[in-house]
């Protein structure tokens, strides 16, 4: 397997990665599905930005934003089994119930322990430190232009947080569980460890508290384009669409087998900062996965940043009466620098 070259890289020589929009499969069918799978995503954006943009203040509110994710999500489910981009993820019971597993661990326990020690109570505790009036003129911005800075702001702090997960070791063995997913399905994006989850979690959101509308709509830009990124839908997504959003197929490429495909693609929602710092790669995977598509248990998922940070301070500082040191093997050393 030779793989193709993306810059300074080589991708898809372990394992097989589409590079390039041009050879990505499009969705079969008639006019009618042709035109509902290429024009399905910007609709539900911009319906989403006029709600939140004209919506009364009395619905206006997080409440009514986690009730419209929630039904979205629904309706994605069912487009997977109208048009699913790969046979091979076809969600099973089992899946589907591993996945509900880890939604319910994100809205109870880490919702619960994110009240106490997350990025909110965090700003809350600096916030007093700042002259907030020098930045008035923020509000005085369109309101649309306030939510995309926000959103990109977000992102941006997403991006280094995700990219240090693949490049620092003790970040990865948080992260890497999440790469043992072998399917993309609506709800694989909760699939990971507690502190993986929490920490990509942490964002600058709570210093926009005095913004709720544009913080409202800067969090539909995540919801309408962050979303489809671990779905099995196949779309026709138009050219404006992939080259500033992320898409399922970015994020397919970051799920590969393949190593070098696995570090590109660490943007949310915009990977046009991807482009800006060359780790964007434009195509998809169908294999996906670690270990050669091995699926990792939920108390393995659980319990793995401790067992593998022990195994790698025993390889690391272990040594026997001799000074040699003590064999034992560090997992998921694959995306560590």
């Given at each position: ?195 993986e989850l929490f920490l990509i979690g942490l964002g600058i959101g709570g210093f926009f508290d005095f913004l709720p509308r544009a913080a409202l709509l800067a969090g539909t830009f995540g919801m309408a384009v962050s979303t489809y990124q671990h779905i099995n839908v196949r779309f026709n997504t138009p050219r404006w669409w992939r080259f500033l ?93």
């Open positions: 397997m030779n793989g193709v070259r993306v810059g300074n890289r080589i991708i898809g020589a372990q394992s097989p990665v589409t590079v390039g929009w041009e050879n990505i499969p499009r969705v079969e069918g008639g006019p009618v599905k042709q035109f509902v799978f290429t024009w399905f995503q910007p609709a539900v954006l911009f319906a989403l930005v006029a709600f939140w943009y004209y919506a009364p203040n009395s619905i206006a509110k997080a409440s009514t934003a986690i009730g419209i994710g929630i039904g979205l999500k629904v309706l994605l489910l069912a487009l997977e089994w109208v048009n699913p981009r790969f046979k091979s993820w076809q969600l099973t019971w089992k899946e589907a119930a591993i996945d509900l597993f880890y939604v319910g661990l994100g809205y109870t326990i880490l919702r619960l322990i994110e009240g106490y020690i997350g990025d909110g109570v965090m700003i809350e505790g600096i916030q007093n430190a700042f002259d907030w009036e020098k930045l008035a003129w923020f509000t005085t911005l369109p309101l649309l232009v306030q939510a995309v800075l926000i959103s990109v702001i977000f992102d941006f702090g997403q991006y280094w947080m995700h990219r240090g997960m693949h490049n620092w070791h003790p970040l990865w063995l948080t992260h890497a569980p999440h790469h043992y997913i072998t399917q993309l399905n609506i709800n694989k994006g909760a699939v990971g460890n507690p502190i959003f992320n898409t399922t197929e970015h994020h397919s490429v970051h799920h590969s087998q393949d190593y070098e495909a696995s570090r590109s693609n660490y943007s949310s929602t915009w990977i046009i900062i991807d482009r800006m710092f060359g780790t964007c790669v434009d195509g998809e995977a169908e294999l996906l996965g670690m270990e050669g598509g091995r699926k990792m248990s939920i108390r393995e998922t659980m319990t793995f940043p401790f067992t593998e940070g022990w195994k790698s301070l025993k390889e690391k500082f272990g040594r026997d009466r001799y000074g040699q040191a003590m064999p034992g093997p560090i997992a998921a050393e694959w995306p560590a620098e």
